[in-house]
């Protein structure tokens, strides 16, 4: 008798089998087996507990309602559901638990520092511990943190395929703590050897390259616990028995590089420093971890003149290289660009201050090195002498969950290198670029995460991200420009104040959890966040409430007014095409009233709130008075008797369109105006980074899809497929990132230009969310072809399966594919076709 099937991609917190959770009600999910139309009941088995029957459609996050689970172990899990037409068999699975706070026997410890290096030339420390096992091992789990970055060695072999452990948190609230399993890897005598450098924690960061953020000392924290066939466990930790040394790691930092010695062995060793810092902070890892994900050969290697080597990766990634190096001492320089000498250059990449950008590995041989305690992002590597390279690709090794294609080779390039882009800035933390800052900018995020959560399982990174954000919070409730901020010292701290607080990245605050729920049914994390949203609204309506911009100084207030933010800092719609850096020193000074954008976003978030309120059961009144109040007064402030708005910006009437800000009997007027804008500056747009991922949208929906794609497939600057044209592989901060003399201006990988592939998922494949609906549980397929395209095809991984969407030209008209997953709904709407409703299973029209 053929089995029956089972629900399958079985799932702990957002994340595969993980181990490690500190979760007290871990959630469960799962997908319903091909041929299922719904779920009537599961059946939940975790450890001993036992849900029984349960009577329920939900199979996303379903909350764990037993007894405590134990700590430090792993535990089995199952589940079988009764659908539409059968009961299923059993899926299995499991996780690991964490060590709680009285379960850690360890000590802090650190290594013997007799002077302490100048930032960027600090070594690599070497910290060993040795132990004797009575008996074999059945099950044993190494739970290891650091302040700092460390990688482990257990008689030998590497622990793990993690990269840059524990990774970048507000290390002062949450220090992740990693736990493996290493039962294969223990022996009667046993040594665990731990190198050890400033990572995050006290190396270099942000776009000031500043030292000692979190604390001037590294250490490191390690607990392994074993458990015996009789019952017994035994718990080996950190403790003043261990020895610090050195070894070949001679100085490591994430942002200056790495300098090793192949030849040299471990030595120095003497006793450790016991050190005291909290156990609060510690907590299990909630998000993917960073690993290394591809390997790159370069597709050109060129010897110059005067001995150097210039390998060309053909891709700009983040990440490092392995290289066989020569006998003798290798200097090797990462960049995006090639100097006129053809050899890679960093001149693109200096600070605001002049400071060297870093990126340099130095080795000395001869043998193989990688250089692990180091990231770049790089296209170019230049080697002062001939030697064998490789690419390696490093970043959160996410879940792939949705790809795009179409007939134009052009877009699909486009898609490509926005992927790229973002797989470049995805490394612990959703950062602006991987070389000169390195920052978790809020505003990028905020507007970039529907699309990566179309192309990546992102949940799970963006819980851990979350985190540090409520907890870097001012008291006001005002959120930083970037997450995780560095603690400042004073003298940066006033730099990074003036910044803090703007518009559009501290509303990411709001967006962020929103998108979670939207994208992934995340119930959970609205709730989490519900005090950090609340508390910066607080802040955006009081600021609005009390203060103005210095233009209007002398000018009485109007009554609307209070709901202007028209004070404190704004970055506005940052880096408009044609915004000059005399513009843009002046908005950075508050000499420009940036109050249309943020008054704007000041409603998006109000009117978030609402829902959001709703949704947790809680009382939605306040926010959806305080929306309308703020709509009023957007109104009365930003539009002229003519109707027009002003300032008179394309970002102005794509926010006004998007937000829902215009009167219903304006829109399409509006919408017009905003067509005629683009099109008086030959079909080109006018958009910095807050409004160009809703411009096509808003046109799309306005009745003006041909200047959508007359814009999305323009060729000359600005735009997406000039960058093509000049030779991009991922996306630019600016637009004019490189002129056709090959002039290069800011970072040459920056995401949040590529929030412009989410038309290409939701308009011209068209998958789109119902509204009010989470997750895809319901979704329109609804494609809008243009632009002479004959076919396209986009795929998502939803939390309840696969939607597929996929439609050609043909002689006889449009014809569509559409994949409905078990246990959703889809409407099928084509153009010129009355809509059609769908089940589960593939669709051909």
């Given at each position: 008798?053929?089995p029956a099937?089972?629900?399958?991609?079985?799932?702990?917190e957002?994340l595969?089998?993980?181990?490690?959770?500190?979760?007290?009600?871990?959630?469960?999910?799962?997908?319903l087996?091909?041929?299922?139309?719904?779920?009537?009941?599961?059946?939940?088995?975790?450890?001993e507990?036992?849900?029984?029957?349960?009577?329920?459609?939900?199979?996303?996050?379903?909350?764990?309602?037993?007894?405590?689970l134990?700590?430090?172990?792993?535990?089995?899990?199952?589940?079988?559901?009764?659908?539409?037409?059968?009961?299923t068999?059993?899926?299995e699975?499991?996780?690991?638990t964490?060590?709680?706070r009285?379960?850690?026997?360890a000590?802090?410890?650190?290594?013997?520092?007799?002077?302490?290096a100048?930032?960027?030339?600090?070594?690599?420390?070497l910290?060993r511990?040795k132990?004797?096992?009575?008996?074999?091992?059945v099950?044993?789990?190494l739970?290891?943190?650091?302040?700092?970055?460390?990688?482990a060695?257990?008689?030998?072999?590497?622990?793990?395929?993690q990269?840059?452990t524990?990774g970048s948190?507000?290390?002062?609230?949450?220090l992740?703590?990693q736990?493996y399993?290493?039962?294969?890897?223990?022996?009667?005598e046993n040594?665990?050897?731990?190198?050890l450098t400033d990572g995050w924690f006290?190396g270099?960061n942000?776009?000031?390259h500043?030292?000692n953020?979190?604390?001037?000392?590294?250490?490191?924290?390690?607990?392994?616990?074993?458990?015996?066939?009789?019952?017994?466990?035994t718990s080996?930790?950190?403790?003043?028995?261990?020895?610090?040394?050195?070894?070949?790691?001679l100085?490591a930092?994430?942002?200056?590089?790495?300098t090793?010695?192949?030849?040299?062995?471990?030595h120095?060793w003497?006793?450790?420093?016991?050190?005291?810092?909290?156990?609060?902070p510690l907590?299990?890892?909630?998000?993917?971890?960073?690993?290394?994900?591809?390997e790159i050969?370069p597709?050109l290697?060129t010897?110059?003149?005067?001995?150097?080597?210039?390998a060309?990766?053909g891709q700009n990634i983040?990440?490092?290289?392995?290289?066989?190096?020569?006998?003798?001492?290798?200097?090797?320089?990462?960049?995006?660009?090639l100097?006129?000498?053809?050899?890679?250059?960093?001149q693109?990449?200096?600070g605001?201050?002049g400071?060297?950008?870093?990126?340099?590995?130095?080795?000395t041989?001869p043998?193989t090195?990688?250089?692990r305690?180091?990231?770049?992002g790089?296209?170019?590597?230049?080697?002062s002498?001939?030697?064998?390279?490789?690419?390696v690709?490093?970043h959160t090794?996410?879940?792939?969950?949705?790809?795009?294609?179409?007939?134009?080779e052009?877009?699909?390039?486009?898609?490509?290198i926005?992927?790229?882009?973002?797989?470049?800035?995805?490394?612990d933390?959703?950062?602006?670029?991987?070389?000169?800052e390195?920052?978790?900018?809020?505003?990028?995020?905020q507007?970039?995460?529907p699309t990566?959560?179309?192309l990546?399982?992102?949940?799970?990174f963006n819980?851990?991200?979350l985190?540090?954000?409520?907890?870097?919070?001012?008291?006001d409730g005002?959120?930083p420009s970037?997450?995780p901020?560095?603690?400042?010292s004073?003298?940066h701290?006033?730099?990074?104040?003036?910044?803090t607080?703007?518009?559009?990245?501290?509303?990411?605050?709001?967006?962020?959890p929103y998108?979670?729920?939207?994208?992934?049914g995340d119930?959970?994390?609205l709730?989490?966040?519900?005090d950090?949203?609340?508390?910066w609204?607080a802040?955006a309506?009081?600021?609005?409430?009390?203060s103005?911009?210095?233009?209007?100084?002398g000018?009485?207030a109007?009554?609307h007014?209070?709901?202007?933010?028209?004070?404190?800092?704004?970055?506005g719609?940052?880096?408009e095409?044609?915004v000059d850096?005399?513009?843009?020193?002046a908005?950075?000074a508050?000499?420009?009233?940036?109050?249309?954008?943020?008054?704007?976003?000041?409603?998006?978030s109000?009117?978030?709130m609402?829902?959001?309120?709703?949704?947790?059961?809680?009382?939605?009144g306040?926010?959806?008075e305080l929306?309308?109040?703020?709509?009023?007064?957007?109104?009365?402030?930003?539009?002229?008797?003519?109707g027009?708005?002003?300032?008179s910006?394309?970002?102005t009437?794509?926010?006004?369109?998007?937000f829902?800000l215009v009167?219903?009997?304006?829109?399409?007027?509006?919408?017009d105006?905003?067509?005629?804008?683009?099109?008086?500056k030959?079909?080109?747009?006018?958009?910095g980074?807050?409004?160009?991922?809703?411009?096509?949208?808003?046109?799309?929906?306005?009745?003006?899809?041909?200047?959508?794609?007359?814009v999305?497939?323009q060729?000359?600057?600005?735009?997406?497929?000039?960058?093509l044209?000049?030779?991009a592989?991922?996306v630019?901060e600016f637009?004019?990132?490189?002129?056709?003399?090959g002039?290069?201006f800011?970072?040459l990988?920056?995401y949040?230009?590529?929030a412009v592939?989410s038309f290409?998922?939701q308009?011209?494949?068209g998958?789109?969310?119902?509204?009010?609906?989470?997750?895809?549980r319901?979704?329109?397929?609804?494609?809008?072809?243009g632009?002479?395209?004959t076919s396209a095809?986009?795929?998502l991984?939803t939390?309840?399966?696969?939607?597929?969407s996929?439609?050609?030209?043909?002689?006889d008209?449009l014809?569509?594919?559409?994949?409905?997953?078990?246990?959703?709904?889809?409407s099928?709407?084509l153009?010129?076709?009355?809509?059609?409703e769908?089940t589960?299973?593939?669709?051909?029209?």
């Open positions: 008798m053929t099937p089972s629900p399958a991609h079985l799932r702990v957002h595969d089998a993980p181990l490690g959770i500190s979760v007290e009600k871990p959630r469960f999910s799962w997908w087996p091909e041929g299922a139309v719904r779920q009537q009941a599961y059946q939940l088995v975790v450890g507990w036992d849900s029984g029957r349960i009577e329920s459609e939900q199979s996303v996050l379903v909350e764990y309602n037993g007894p405590r134990p700590a430090s172990e792993v535990v089995p899990w199952r589940v079988k559901v009764w659908t539409d037409s059968i009961e068999g059993w899926a699975s499991t996780f690991g964490a060590l709680r009285d379960d850690w026997q000590q802090w410890i650190s290594p013997v520092e007799d002077e302490v100048s930032p960027g030339s600090r070594p690599g420390h910290l511990g132990w004797h096992l009575d008996g074999p091992a099950a044993a789990q739970h290891i943190t650091a302040h700092g970055v460390y990688e060695y257990l008689n030998g072999s590497r622990v793990g395929d990269e840059l524990p948190t507000d290390y002062r609230t949450q992740q703590v736990a399993d290493v039962t294969e890897l223990l022996e009667s040594e665990l050897v731990v190198t006290r270099m942000a776009h000031s500043i030292s953020c979190w604390g001037d000392e590294v250490a490191l924290l390690a607990q392994l616990v074993v458990r015996h066939a009789d019952g017994t466990v080996l930790g950190t403790s003043s028995a261990w020895e610090s040394g050195l070894g070949p790691v100085a930092d994430l942002i200056a590089g790495e090793v010695d192949l030849r040299v062995q471990p120095s003497q006793p450790v420093r016991v050190v005291e810092h909290p156990f609060e907590t299990g890892t909630t998000a993917p971890p960073v690993r290394r994900v591809e050969a597709v290697v010897r110059l003149t005067d001995g150097t080597q210039v060309d990766l983040n990440g490092w290289v392995r290289v066989d190096a020569p006998d003798g001492t290798l200097r090797i320089e990462h960049g995006e660009i100097d006129s000498e053809g050899k890679a250059t960093r693109n990449l200096s605001p201050d400071h060297d950008p870093g990126q340099v590995d130095v080795v041989g043998g090195a990688e250089f305690f180091s990231t770049k790089f296209r170019y590597v230049s080697t002498a001939p030697a064998d390279i490789t690419g690709v490093v090794d996410f879940e792939r969950t949705g790809d795009f294609r179409c007939s134009n052009d877009l699909n390039r486009l898609h490509d926005a992927v790229w882009s973002f797989r470049g800035n995805a490394c933390v959703p950062t602006d670029c991987p070389t000169r390195r920052a978790g900018w809020t505003g990028d995020w507007l970039y995460v990566a959560a179309f990546y399982d992102v949940a799970g819980t851990k991200w985190r540090d954000l409520a907890a870097q919070q001012w008291p005002r959120v970037w997450v901020e560095p603690g400042w004073d003298e701290r006033a730099v990074s104040d003036s910044y607080g703007s518009a559009g990245w501290g509303d990411a605050a709001v967006q962020v998108q979670q729920w939207w994208c992934y119930v959970g994390t709730e989490q966040q519900w950090s949203m609340e508390r609204l802040f309506t009081r600021q609005a409430a009390t103005r911009h210095s233009s209007k100084q000018t009485p109007q009554p007014e209070r709901f202007i933010w028209d004070g404190g800092y704004h970055w719609d940052w880096l095409p044609d850096l005399e513009t843009i020193q908005i950075i508050r000499q420009i009233d940036q109050g249309s954008v943020a008054t704007a976003y000041l409603y998006r109000a009117t978030q609402a829902e959001i309120a709703s949704i947790l059961g809680r009382d939605r306040r926010y959806s929306a309308a109040s703020v709509r009023d007064a957007w109104i009365k402030e930003y539009t002229a008797d003519d027009s708005l002003v300032p910006r394309q970002a009437y794509v926010h006004a369109l998007a829902g009167p219903d009997e304006m829109r399409q007027a509006t919408a105006r905003l067509a005629k804008m683009i099109q008086d030959d079909n080109h747009l006018g958009t980074f807050l409004s160009t991922p809703l411009l096509l949208p808003v046109l799309a929906d306005h009745g003006h899809l041909d200047v959508a794609y007359d999305l497939l060729r000359t600057e600005p735009s997406w497929l000039c960058m044209d000049r030779g592989t991922t630019w637009w004019q990132g490189q002129d056709d003399d002039n290069t800011g970072s990988n920056h949040s230009k590529g592939i290409l998922h308009y011209v494949a998958i789109r969310q119902v509204p009010g609906v989470p997750a895809y319901q979704f329109v397929v609804a494609p809008r072809p632009g002479a395209l095809e986009a795929t991984d939390p309840y399966g696969t939607i597929r996929a439609w050609s030209v043909t002689p008209g014809r569509a594919e559409v994949t409905v997953p078990p246990g959703t709904t889809a099928l709407r153009p010129g076709r009355p809509a059609e769908l589960a299973g593939i669709h051909v029209r």
